[in-house]
């Protein structure tokens, strides 16, 4: 099993940053790939950023130059670096793991820009 537990959400104006934090136990594996998924009001859940246990990355168009995320495998945190956020970055984000098949989650932490 995987705990996954995120903090650093809240109100920020737009331009602003937040660091998003994920702190991840239980059985975690370096191997493990580690992700930050956000969900607006009346949408689905989609994916913000991917790392792999190697430090490679994938981002969603709409975040691609402004956020970055980056993982810490000694002290089993994976972090999100938002920059430049805008009022439609407004939702709530969930740190995610997937292990052998498996996806675990966190309960997420909002996120709210105001304009």
């Known amino acids: 099993q995987v705990q996954l537990v995120e903090s650093g959400g809240g109100l920020v104006q737009a331009g602003g940053s937040l660091r998003l934090s994920c702190a991840a136990s239980?059985?975690?594996?370096?191997?493990?790939?580690m992700g930050w998924y956000r969900q607006a009001p009346g949408m689905q859940r989609e994916l913000v950023a991917r790392?792999?246990?190697?430090?490679?990355?994938n981002y969603a168009d709409s975040v691609k130059g402004r956020f970055t995320i980056s993982r810490d495998n000694a002290e089993n945190m994976v972090y999100l670096q938002m920059n430049s956020l805008q009022p439609e970055d407004t939702a709530v984000y969930y740190c995610a793991a997937r292990q052998f098949g498996l996806d675990y989650w966190g309960k997420g932490t909002l996120v709210t820009v105001s304009s």
């Open positions: 239980g059985r975690i594996f370096s191997s493990t790939v």
């Open positions: 790392i792999t246990s190697g430090g490679g990355t």
